[in-house]
Nanobody, 126 residues
Framework: QLTLVESGGGLVQAGGSLRLSCTVS????????MGWFRQAPGKDREFVAA????????MYADYVKGRFTISRDNAKNTIYLQMNSLSFEDTAAYYC???????????????????WGQGTQVAVSS
């Protein structure tokens, strides 16, 4: 069993930046694909970014491409989401997710993930 804990959310003005972190604890961190998702009030959970265990190009949703960057530090059991040029539309609860063990590829599909964090709130003022 894994535990995922997100941090780094908060209130920021439009055009600003935040860096989210997700620290994984439990039986093992790797090799697993990892992802970030978000959910705004009254809307479905949507894909933000995903990263593979073994490298390769991360995946991004079109609406964050060029503004957000996902990365991972396996030594620290942590993944990150650097968010730049934030807009009001980025306001949401942000969740990190982990694949089952030995599923090393990230995915844009929420149902592909076995473990989820509790989320961290991001609010962008216009």
């Amino acid at each position: 069993q894994l535990t995922l804990v997100e941090s780094g959310g908060g209130l920021v003005q439009a055009g600003g930046s935040l860096r989210l972190s997700c620290t994984v604890s439990g039986r093992t961190f790797s090799p697993r694909g990892m992802g970030w998702f978000r959910q705004a009030p009254g809307k479905d959970r949507e894909f933000v970014a995903a990263i593979n265990w073994g490298g390769g190009s991360p995946m991004y949703a079109d609406y964050v491409k060029g503004r957000f960057t996902i990365s991972r530090d396996n030594a620290k059991n942590t993944i990150y989401l650097q968010m730049n040029s934030l807009s009001f539309e980025d306001t949401a609860a942000y969740y990190c997710a982990a694949m089952r063990a030995d599923h090393g590829l990230g995915s844009p599909i929420p149902d592909d993930y076995a473990y989820w964090g509790q989320g961290t709130q991001v609010a962008v003022s216009s």
